[in-house]
Nanobody, 121 residues
Framework: QVQVVESGGGLVQPGGSLRLSCVAS????????MAWYRQSPGKQREFVAS???????NYANSVKGRFTIFNDNAKNTVYLQMNSLKPEDTAVYYC???????????????WGQGTQVTVSS
């Protein structure tokens, strides 16, 4: 069994910064990719950024140049540094991990419960 748990959300003013963390724990054989998604009220969940253990990254166009994803492989942890935040970044942010579990080494898609980010003055 694998768990993915986010932390670090909160209220921040426009132009401010926030860092989210996501820890994967449990019976992990290997991690294929970790990613952040977000969902605003009335909208579908959308991709934000992803990173592989070898540090290949991808970003949504809406966050390029403002958000940075990075990881600590030894701790099975991924971070999302969010700078120059805008009101339209307000959403619940979800961590996703595509992880091979022990002992089967089957690949599973694991979601966290989400953390609220609110950008408002």
């Amino acid at each position: 069994q694998v768990q993915v748990v986010e932390s670090g959300g909160g209220l921040v003013q426009p132009g401010g910064s926030l860092r989210l963390s996501c820890v994967a724990s449990g019976s992990i054989f290997s991690i294929n990719v970790m990613a952040w998604y977000r969902q605003s009220p009335g909208k579908q969940r959308e991709f934000v950024a992803s990173i592989t253990p070898s540090n290949n990254t991808n970003y949504a166009n809406s966050v390029k140049g403002r958000f940075t994803i990075f990881n600590d492989n030894a701790k099975n942890t991924v971070y999302l540094q969010m700078n120059s935040l805008k009101p339209e970044d307000t959403a619940v942010y979800y961590c996703n991990g595509v992880i091979r579990i022990l002992p089967s080494r089957v690949l599973y898609n694991n979601w966290g419960q989400g953390t609220q980010v609110t950008v408002s003055s």
